[in-house]
């Protein structure tokens, strides 16, 4: 079974325009119960930080404040951790809630063709729901749960244990031609000082990062053997597969590795830690950057098999996975990120293009609409411009921009429950 990259994201968007009318009626309620939601959440946030009840009377845009959480989210995080993430932990249930209770039928509607029930007011809440959250918590979580922990945990002793011995202090003794004179230095200052710092920087945290680097190269090895690549032959070869997983497992650990210390480099910088970028180096700091690339791509690796589980429990109604894992079987699992990067950029450059684009176009013809309107009021009261007319055209516009955006937000919804359909019909042909 090979995906049809194509078919699937043709499928996806002609779903969410085609069914707009049936999705908006399903998702209204709890859309927009998620967008209060998430507007008392950062209200929450404020309240929090300031110590006392932050509302628009103290600030009176969703803007505003917005950019006051963004600016004082870590302070809130440092002086009243459990508060907001009590805070955190209701918003995230809530929306979760929120969001299965229209995704589950629109999923079963996408993948089964079984129409939602009928009414305007819907927020169904059952097994459905729960299988979505379920599935949808086990595809991001699993591994961690079942491998990464385990392999997390035990390179951090590792690594603690090899920072606690280089640590241990070492006779020096400067002046060769004094033994009186003695300074007691660390070993990994005596590595530096006899210039085999990548020794105790690169090279050890390498060793101890060995063993779980390849494992990566041993599930990707397996993961590409000839059976699970269709017309790849009966044995292949198994020196030549061997080599270029290994070429490309390294080029990806290579270049998530250097992200995340560029990261981590700009946010040093960012916050004028001079002291901590210029000796951002050493054991530890490789030590944990290394194990975080092997954790991310062990998680990206394990979320892409399990990506379409939630489409699958929802369709089958049953939490076995069946036949999830056939939908990424060999160069599926090439082919499945590629379609949802496709998917993601289409949608954020869409609504990027609605807002900075069409919504200025369609401004500058109401504007026109305004002022014709305006010279009209002004030729039936005797030149005196009538006091309704700019807050009319106030409310229209706003009311325009808010709709768009949630026919939008409801297309967007659409395209995600029918790829989740697509992909358990998907599953369903390797049968």
């Not at 009626?25 to 507007?39: E, F, G, H, T």
């Not at 508060?83 to 996408?110: D, E, H, Q, W």
């Not at 609504?351 to 684009?357: F, G, L, P």
């Not at 500058?364 to 005797?382: C, D, G, H, K, P």
Request: with cysteine; glycine share 8%.
């Amino acid at each position: 079974m090979t995906l049809r990259m194509f078919s699937i994201i043709g499928e996806s968007l002609n779903f969410g325009g085609r069914r707009l009318e049936l999705i908006a009626r399903v998702a209204w309620l709890p859309v927009l119960l998620l967008l209060i939601v998430d507007m008392a959440t950062t209200f929450a946030y404020l309240s929090v930080i300031a110590g006392k009840t932050i509302t628009f009377a103290d600030v009176n845009t969703m803007l505003k404040a917005k950019q006051y959480f963004a600016k004082y989210a870590q302070q809130g995080w440092m002086t009243a951790p459990g508060k907001m993430a009590v805070v955190a932990a209701v918003n995230f249930g809530l929306s979760v809630i929120l969001l299965s209770s229209f995704m589950a039928p629109l999923i079963r509607y996408a993948g089964l063709g079984e129409r939602p029930g009928p009414g305007l007011i819907r927020m169904p809440f059952g097994a459905d729901q729960l299988r979505f959250i379920v599935a949808g918590f086990a595809s991001a979580l699993f591994v961690l749960l079942i491998a990464i922990l385990p392999a997390a945990g035990a390179g951090f002793y590792v690594m603690t244990y090899i920072v606690a011995a280089m640590s241990e202090t070492m006779v020096s003794f400067p002046d060769p031609e004094s033994l009186h004179t003695v300074e007691f230095i660390s070993a990994g200052q005596a590595f530096a000082d006899s210039g085999a710092a990548w020794i105790y920087d690169l090279a050890l945290p390498l060793a101890a990062a060995a063993p779980f680097a390849l494992i990566v190269w041993i599930i990707a090895l397996l993961h590409f053997h000839p059976q699970n690549r269709p017309h790849a032959g009966e044995g292949g070869n198994f020196l030549l597969r061997g080599v270029v997983v290994l070429v490309i497992a390294g080029a990806l650990v290579g270049s998530v590795y250097s992200f995340l210390r560029y990261s981590a480099m700009q946010s040093m910088a960012q916050s004028a830690q001079t002291a901590d970028l210029q000796s951002f180096s050493g054991t530890g700091v490789n030590a944990a950057l290394i194990f975080s690339t092997i954790t991310l791509l062990l998680v990206a690796y394990t979320n892409l098999r399990l990506f379409a589980w939630p489409g699958v429990a929802v369709c089958r109604r049953s939490m076995a996975l069946g036949q999830t894992l056939q939908v990424t079987r060999g160069w599926n699992l090439i082919r499945l990120p590629i379609i949802i990067g496709l998917v993601g950029l289409f949608l954020l450059t869409a609504v990027i293009a609605i807002n900075a684009i069409i919504l200025p176009m369609v401004l500058s013809t109401l504007n026109v609409l305004f002022q014709a309107t305006e010279a009209s009021t002004r030729l039936v009261n005797s030149g005196a411009k009538a006091e309704w007319v700019f807050p009319l055209f106030v409310w229209i516009w706003n009311f325009f921009k808010i709709a768009v955006n949630f026919l939008w937000t409801f297309f967007s919804y659409g395209v995600i429950a029918a790829l989740y359909g697509r992909l358990y019909r998907e599953s369903q042909q390797s049968v």
